[in-house]
């Protein structure tokens, strides 16, 4: 079946360094991409998204880039801060009308541990 | 406007026992569902739905039932629970109506279930 999947598990980067989490998905078909970020105790929070027919776009500190060629996402954070250490998770979801609408699929997660 | 509540936080049951787990969201979205987290993974769908009186499975379903008899509410049902079913439950809910595009999910605060 269909997968959403991420290259690292764990990310670990300085305080005020650019960090970069990445993301592969398989189902072509999807085209709609999100990033949430959880801290430990919480649930999911969303932080960006982004449509199949953009390759980029930017928020607060955070750029979604988009590769379809390759089906690769990557979220882009910018100056971290300690306070953006949690998981991360992106979740794809299948076009309306066909069978899988409404069946949002996550990845595995990243951990991102920011230094001080 | 509390967002996506879920009752209990925590709970502890006993092979064989049944309990409902409460979602309720005051934002009168259209669509709801239903994730189980175990560590190191992502989010799996456990079922949802596109409006009151619809319901759908997702991707580990089997034995868990839902109800949607409001727009408000989503209650997950453990009918004999079993130590597999041991996990953190997040009910989620979106503004998109059937006919629309599933956009960004609300997340509640967790359940932690732990079956013994």
């Known amino acids: 079946g269909e997968s959403v999947g991420l290259h690292l598990p764990t990310l670990s980067v300085q305080e005020g360094d650019n960090s970069i989490i990445n993301c592969a998905y398989s189902?072509?078909?999807?085209?709609?991409f999100i990033w949430y970020k959880q801290e430990s105790g919480k649930g999911p929070q969303f932080i960006i998204d982004?449509?199949?027919?953009?390759d980029k776009r930017q928020g607060q500190r955070v750029t979604v880039l988009l590769n379809k060629t390759v089906k690769h996402l990557s979220l882009q954070i910018a100056a971290t801060q300690p306070g953006d250490s949690a998981v991360y998770f992106c979740a794809e979801t299948p076009p309306f009308g066909g069978t899988s609408y409404g069946k949002l699929t996550f990845g595995q997660g990243t951990i991102l541990t920011v230094h001080p | 406007n509390a967002g996506v509540t879920q009752t209990p936080k925590f709970q502890v049951l006993k092979t064989g026992q049944s309990m409902t787990l409460q979602c309720a969201q005051d934002?009168?979205?259209?669509?709801m569902s239903w994730y189980r987290q175990d560590p190191g993974m992502g989010l799996r769908l456990i079922h949802y739905?596109?409006?009151?009186?619809?319901?759908d499975q997702g991707e580990v379903p089997n034995g868990y039932n839902v109800s949607r008899s409001t727009t408000e509410d989503f209650p997950l049902r453990l009918l004999s629970a079993a130590p597999s079913q041991t996990s953190v439950y997040f009910c989620?809910?979106?503004?998109?109506?059937?006919?629309?595009?599933?956009?960004?999910?609300?997340f509640g605060s967790g359940t932690q279930l732990s079956v013994l």
């Open positions: 189902n072509s078909a999807s085209d709609y």
């Open positions: 982004i449509r199949s027919n953009m």
């Open positions: 739905s596109v409006g009151a009186g619809i319901t």
């Open positions: 934002m009168n979205h259209e669509y």
């Open positions: 989620a809910s979106s503004p998109q109506n059937r006919g629309h595009l599933l956009e960004k999910l609300f």
